[in-house]
């Protein structure tokens, strides 16, 4: 069993910045791509960026290219998004998830495992 834990959630205003986190239990980026997801009040979950396990290639949403970058440490077992140019829009639960990427990486089945989610709120 993979388990994977969310940090770095906060308050941040409009413009700010946020890196979050995900650490993942034993080796699991060595064979699983991570992707993070949100989910926004009343809204569905939905992908935001992606990064492979076996070349390090990324994928964005359309409103994360620009803004977010995505990146991960092996030696740590940990995943990060940096956020930047935060907006109200932004505001969600974000998740991390370990599965595979691909061009259709925004799809929730690609991932077997998820984590609990780490709350992001922008807001003056």
């Known amino acids: 069993q993979w388990q994977l834990v969310e940090s770095g959630g906060g308050l941040v205003q409009p413009g700010g910045s946020l890196r979050l986190s995900c650490a993942a239990s034993r080796r699991a980026l060595d064979y699983y791509s991570i992707a993070w997801f949100r989910q926004a009040p009343g809204k569905e979950r939905e992908g935001v960026s992606c990064?492979?396990?076996?070349?390090?290639?990324?994928f964005y949403a359309d409103f994360a290219e620009g803004r977010f970058t995505i990146s991960r440490d092996k030696a740590k077992n940990t995943v990060y998004l940096q956020m930047n140019s935060l907006n109200s829009e932004d505001t969600a639960v974000y998740y991390c998830a370990a599965g595979l990427c691909g061009s259709t990486w925004y799809r929730e089945r690609r991932y077997d495992y998820w984590g609990q989610g780490t709350q992001v709120t922008v807001s003056s």
């Open positions: 990064i492979s396990a076996n070349d390090d290639s990324t």
